[in-house]
């Protein structure tokens, strides 16, 4: 067993967060549904988004039947509303090839409408159990520090699922676990900003500890600051067309107080080329709505 792999497992048995997903009966679609909401969105912000829907829409089959516009309105303030729609067309895709199951298969996983090669071995990992490696933020900034001895990790790179799986073991409900001890560990001991070092279990192996935590740099993409960028303007779009059903709104009443009316403008037509929402003569509203 790789040296890193048991400190992680013993580890995430005793300090794991009870999340809701981490449930045995959880299921493979509430996993799914917790992974399209959880990227680039905060725990906190998710639990209860995810209760609502998965109460609504239990089942695949279930999201399948109801306008894509039931799921941009039931997103609400999550971010990245796109995320909504493509869920919602996978729910489709996964009623109509898969029977209204799940697939555990990675490469079927990848097929889907809005899953990338993060979200398919999440889903295969923790779902079904599969010994696949998984590798989000998180645990690159775990591996980038207990074994390059780096303060952050480089752009993200096939090499990280390479790293990974030397890491996991051979034994499949093992490796899970270890899959998300490396997450969990980065998103709350050995976080970005902070390293908790004292509560760490790869302290005593950790290569950027050793080396006295160099400032290797950060040449990750930074996020461009939401206050007053277009992603801010479109979700303002959004908020108004969630609030309304049917023939929908006159497109000169969406935001008019919005101070730039070029950037309101450009994130209508952002919208529409997205197909997250849909035009007639001067009315707008949420695409499918009815």
């Given amino acids: 067993m790789h040296p890193l792999a048991s400190p992680l497992i013993d580890w995430y048995r005793e300090n794991a967060r009870d999340l809701p997903w981490r449930h045995p009966e959880f299921g493979a679609w509430g996993i799914l549904v917790s992974e399209f909401m959880l990227q680039q969105t905060p725990v906190t912000r998710v639990i209860p988004r995810l209760e609502e829907w998965l109460e609504r ?65 999440a889903v295969a990992a923790f779902a079904y159990g599969e010994r696949v490696p998984v590798v989000d933020t998180n645990t690159r900034r775990v591996l980038a520090r207990a074994l390059e001895g780096k303060s952050q990790p480089g752009p993200a790179s096939k090499r990280d699922l390479a790293v990974m799986a030397e890491i996991l073991p051979t034994e ?16 709350v001991v050995c976080t970005s900003r902070t390293a908790r070092c004292e509560l760490c279990p790869l302290a005593q192996l950790c290569a950027w500890r050793a080396a006295g935590y160099p400032d290797t740099g950060d040449k990750r993409p930074k996020q461009a600051k939401y206050e007053g960028s277009d992603r801010q303007a479109r ?29 309101r403008d450009r994130a209508m037509l952002t919208l529409l080329a997205d197909g997250l929402i849909e035009t007639d003569g001067d009315m707008a509203r949420l695409a499918g709505d009815r």
Avoid: C, F, K
């Avoid at 971010?79 to 898969?98: C, D, F, K, N, S």
């Avoid at 499949?172 to 998103?187: C, F, K, R, W, Y």
């Avoid at 908020?239 to 730039?260: K, Q």
């Fill in 57 to 121: 829409w239990p089942t695949p089959a279930g999201l399948a039947a109801s306008p894509t516009s039931d799921a941009v309105r039931a997103w609400a303030n999550l971010g990245y509303p796109r995320r909504a729609m493509w869920l919602h067309q996978a729910a489709v895709e996964i009623t109509e090839r898969h029977g209204g199951v799940v697939p555990r298969d990675v490469d079927a996983l990848l097929a889907l409408s809005g899953i990338g090669d993060y979200t398919a071995r």
């Fill in 235 to 263: 979700g303002a779009v959004l908020a108004v067309l969630r609030s309304t059903h049917g023939s929908g709104v006159l497109v000169d009443a969406i935001i008019p107080e919005w101070p730039d009316a070029d950037q």
């Fill in 172 to 187: 499949p409900s093992a490796a899970q676990i270890v899959n998300a001890a490396a997450m969990e560990l980065g998103a």
